[in-house]
């Protein structure tokens, strides 16, 4: 595992598996406490909870942006060695793992439901559904970063959830509605200017208006 620590945005980046399938989960840092954003796959407990651990701050919150395997990872074994860190998943994803919907899975039962606008600390949570029905972001407002999941990925080409890439095409295959992801995208970053992306897959992405012009006029001609 690869560890990166973003101090302008009080963060550190978890890159599991970074040459074969790059998956990334987050650390947030603060004040008093800290909150992991993603759990990776099953097999990475050990070293997430290191990484944790190594922060010196009691973990408050395990937020889940959703609920896919290379997200929800084990986070049975994360939850158990945390017992006080809150479970928390958007409230749509969580209705979606108790109807049978294909691909989302969650293995644990969540202590908090998440809505648009919650706020978490520093986190304010942001409906984006697309990728997945019930996919969430973060918004660290002190930075004005944000932390899609897969509602964009930079590995193999930046690009919106269900746009393919084909050197990494994977979300693009996992996504069950692209016209929801494009509309998703366009709204996060009407309502905040956001300076950093961090998402599922990938690095950190430093988006200008034009980029994401350009994303959305991709992903759309793909629809």
């Given at each position: 595992?690869?560890?990166?620590?973003?101090?302008?945005?009080?963060?550190?980046?978890?890159?599991?598996?970074?040459?074969?399938?790059?998956?990334?989960?987050?650390?947030?840092?603060e004040k008093d406490y800290c909150v992991l954003i993603d759990c990776s796959?099953?097999?990475m407990a050990e070293p997430i909870i290191k990484a944790v651990e190594d922060?010196?701050?009691?973990?408050?919150?395990?937020?889940?942006?959703?609920?896919?395997?290379?997200?929800?990872?084990?986070?049975?074994?994360?939850?158990?060695?945390?017992?006080?860190?809150?479970?928390?998943?958007?409230?749509?994803?969580?209705?979606?793992?108790?109807?049978?919907?294909?691909?989302?899975?969650?293995?644990?039962?969540?202590?908090?439901?998440?809505?648009?606008?919650?706020?978490?600390?520093?986190?304010?949570?942001?409906?984006?559904?697309?990728?997945?029905?019930?996919?969430?972001?973060?918004?660290?407002?002190?930075?004005?970063?944000?932390?899609?999941?897969?509602?964009?990925?930079?590995?193999?080409?930046?690009?919106?959830?269900?746009?393919?890439?084909?050197?990494?095409?994977?979300?693009?295959?996992?996504?069950?509605?692209?016209?929801?992801?494009?509309?998703?995208?366009?709204?996060?970053?009407?309502?905040?200017?956001?300076?950093?992306?961090?998402?599922?897959?990938?690095?950190?992405?430093?988006?200008?208006?034009?980029?994401?012009?350009?994303?959305?006029?991709?992903?759309?001609?793909?629809?």
């Amino acid at each position: 595992m690869k560890t990166i620590y973003h101090s302008t945005e009080e963060s550190l980046q978890l890159i599991t598996m970074p040459r074969i399938f790059p998956i990334n989960c987050y650390i947030i840092l603060e004040k008093d406490y800290c909150v992991l954003i993603d759990c990776s796959k099953q097999g990475m407990a050990e070293p997430i909870i290191k990484a944790v651990e190594d922060t010196g701050k009691p973990l408050k919150y395990i937020i889940l942006t959703h609920a896919q395997a290379d997200h929800t990872g084990d986070i049975n074994k994360i939850k158990n060695y945390f017992p006080k860190a809150k479970v928390c998943i958007g409230a749509q994803e969580f209705s979606d793992s108790k109807t049978g919907v294909r691909n989302i899975h969650l293995p644990i039962e969540p202590e908090l439901l998440l809505k648009h606008k919650d706020v978490l600390g520093s986190l304010v949570v942001y409906e984006t559904p697309g990728h997945t029905n019930g996919s969430i972001s973060l918004i660290d407002t002190r930075s004005l970063s944000s932390y899609v999941g897969d509602l964009i990925q930079t590995r193999g080409g930046a690009a919106i959830s269900g746009d393919l890439r084909w050197r990494f095409p994977f979300p693009a295959f996992a996504t069950v509605d692209k016209q929801a992801a494009v509309d998703s995208v366009k709204s996060l970053y009407a309502d905040y200017t956001i300076y950093k992306t961090f998402c599922g897959h990938g690095p950190v992405l430093v988006p200008t208006h034009n980029e994401i012009t350009q994303l959305i006029k991709r992903a759309e001609q793909k629809i």
